[in-house]
């Protein structure tokens, strides 16, 4: 079936470092892809999406690029900072359910002064 | 425009309790969906709704119950908590023709069962 797998947490940065979270995903129809970030004590928010191969999703200085050829979506931001410091979800979507999102486990990330 | 809202935002029961959690929306999305958040599990979806009268379960579906007898609202029912449904509780919702756009979520319900 349907799965998402994000590399294991937390993780921990200085600020202005890089940051690299893996997600991968299983090659079943025409997946959509969606980064999805939760800061303390909210609800899930839409970071970034992309919705066929090669698109690349940006927000707020992240970005994923959806890589057919390797499953991949992973998540870049070149200078983290002590506000993005939240767990990031990455998710698809698509196949016979438009609607059903299966997420990955979630990566915490925390990022210091 | 308020998007999807649940409630309430907090709730502690004792085991064998009944309880039913809210959603709404006033987007007109055809689509809903319960979604629960545990610890190194991501979100799982626990049951869904594609329209008023229509529902399908999840992954996770025991132990809940839902109907859909409006488009704007798809309340999801414990009959009988146990500790193992102590969770944080998404609804999420998406428009038919938005199949490739994100779902909106509400805030969530973060349940206590004692």
């Known amino acids: 079936g349907d799965s998402v797998t994000q590399m294991e947490g937390p993780v921990t940065l200085s600020e202005e470092a890089f940051l690299t979270i893996n997600c991968t995903y299983t090659?079943?129809?025409?997946?959509?892809l969606f980064w999805y970030v939760q800061y303390p004590g909210e609800g899930l928010q839409l970071l970034l999406k992309?919705?066929?191969?090669?698109d690349k999703g940006s927000n707020k200085g992240f970005e994923a690029t959806y890589r057919k050829e390797t499953t991949s979506f992973h998540l870049e931001k070149g200078s983290v900072q002590v506000s993005d410091s939240a767990v990031y979800f990455c998710?698809?979507?698509?196949?016979?359910?438009?609607?059903?999102?299966?997420f990955g486990q979630g990566t915490i990330l925390t990022v210091h002064p | 425009n308020a998007g999807v809202t649940q409630t309430p935002k907090f709730q502690v029961l004792k085991t064998g309790q009944s309880m039913t959690l809210q959603c709404a929306q006033d987007?007109?999305?055809?689509?809903m969906s319960w979604y629960r958040q545990d610890p190194g599990m991501g979100l799982r979806l626990i049951h869904y709704?594609?329209?008023?009268?229509?529902?399908d379960q999840g992954e996770v579906p025991n132990g809940y119950n839902v109907s859909r007898s409006t488009t704007e609202d798809f309340p999801l029912r414990l009959l009988s908590a146990a500790p193992s449904q102590t969770s944080v509780y998404f609804c999420?919702?998406?428009?038919?023709?938005?199949?490739?756009?994100?779902?909106?979520f509400g805030d969530g319900t973060r349940l206590s069962i004692l």
């Open positions: 998710a698809r979507a698509g196949g016979t359910s438009y609607g059903k999102l299966t």
């Open positions: 090659a079943t129809g025409y997946p959509s």
């Open positions: 992309a919705t066929k191969a090669d």
């Open positions: 987007m007109n999305h055809e689509y």
């Open positions: 709704s594609v329209g008023a009268g229509i529902t």
């Open positions: 999420a919702s998406l428009g038919q023709t938005m199949r490739n756009q994100p779902q909106h």
